[in-house]
């Protein structure tokens, strides 16, 4: 990270939740499609407790995507333990039950997508984002979270979705802006396409029943509807940026001005799982059928992310000024108290 730490004083715990609650009680979260925990090392249950008396116990709030599988390859690595962590790892639908609790400081770090951390700092919310967390493949067509839709649809890119009706996890959120952008950068009006909210799981069958024209679907939905005769229309992330970085790991301000060492540890053991990560891809495919309860079919099939270290700040700035300019954040980012050093 190359800016600057925050330094804000931390509010009441009571103040925190209210405020919380308030701004992510609209949010719909990424939904997963299982749960689930980290692979066991193999050892028995007693040199376990023995191993782990002398770690630090860290909860860490995860959806069970695709995305997050460097998380659970580093606790199968020992790359959390060579750090004195032992994660607690607990599962959630999404960021608007993950950011609340890291907020009360339930979880001291959680995931989320980029553009509801946006939001919750729009909002006043003190987080701070202490690592990347998965990026675009820079491959249009081939990207983790694409446009879909059916053959007979009369989509065939951006443009098209104009006067279409498309399924979104959630409205005015990270979705609604790079479909937007798209739309707009092929020509079209972005104000032309009506989003309707839904669950990544339902989305298949709703496309393939008609009840929507096309779907912002992510892993392993995306291959799914492909699997069943669904076609790519839009990538929405590839045309935002290259390197284009979906979501972000974070901490709340008072954590990170508590117990800097802690997250740093956190940090250096995370780097280390993305590496492995990037190097590894059969074992990325092996544990995601774990935690996210993926087919071994459907693990060869889906398209996995990248995992950079570092956050990509131009891709970063573009996002946001797109997420003004669609009126889902109402004040410029500040980017220097959102990324830790």
Not at 131 to 159: F, H, K, L, R, Y
Not at 167 to 182: C, G, H, K, P, Q
Not at 192 to 201: I, L
């Amino acid at each position: 990270m190359t800016t600057k730490s925050p330094h804000a004083s931390a509010p009441s715990r009571r103040t925190v939740v209210a405020a919380a609650s308030a701004v992510f009680a609209g949010l719909i979260a990424l939904t997963g499609c299982g749960a689930g925990s980290p692979s066991s090392s193999g050892t028995t249950a007693a040199e376990d407790d023995k191993a782990g008396a002398n770690l630090e116990k860290v909860s860490i709030g995860l959806i069970p995507i695709t995305d997050v599988a460097p998380v659970y390859l580093g606790v199968q690595e020992g790359y959390f333990e060579e750090e004195g962590l032992e994660l607690d790892v607990q599962l959630a639908q999404g960021g608007a039950a993950i950011v609340p609790a890291v907020m009360t400081g339930d979880y001291q770090f959680g995931y989320s997508n980029v553009v509801s951390l946006l939001v919750a700092q729009d909002k006043g919310l003190p987080i701070t984002v202490v690592s990347n967390g998965s990026t675009s493949t820079n491959e249009p067509g081939s990207d983790t979270t694409e446009v879909a839709a059916m053959p007979d649809s009369g989509i065939g890119n951006a443009a098209d979705l104009v006067g279409k009706t498309v399924a979104v996890n959630a409205l005015n959120n990270f979705a609604d802006i790079t479909i937007r952008n798209s739309i707009e950068e092929a020509g079209g009006d972005p104000s032309g396409v009506k989003f309707v909210e839904m669950p990544y799981p339902n989305m298949p069958a709703a496309i393939e029943r008609g009840d929507v024209d096309a779907a912002w679907t992510t892993e392993p939905f995306r291959t799914q509807i492909l699997q069943a005769g669904g076609k790519i229309v839009a990538s929405p992330m590839t045309d935002m940026a290259e390197n284009f970085d979906s979501a972000f790991y974070f901490t709340s301000k008072q954590t990170l001005e508590q117990n800097p060492e802690l997250v740093e540890r956190f940090r250096r053991a995370l780097e280390k799982s993305f590496d492995f990560a990037m190097e590894n891809e059969d074992k990325v495919r092996t544990i995601i059928q774990d935690y996210a309860k993926v087919t071994p079919e459907l693990a060869e099939s889906i398209v996995m992310s990248k995992w950079y270290k570092e956050v990509n700040m131009d891709a970063l700035t573009k996002l946001g000024t797109a997420a003004k300019k669609y009126d889902v954040l109402k004040k410029d980012p500040d980017y220097n108290a959102l990324i830790a050093k």
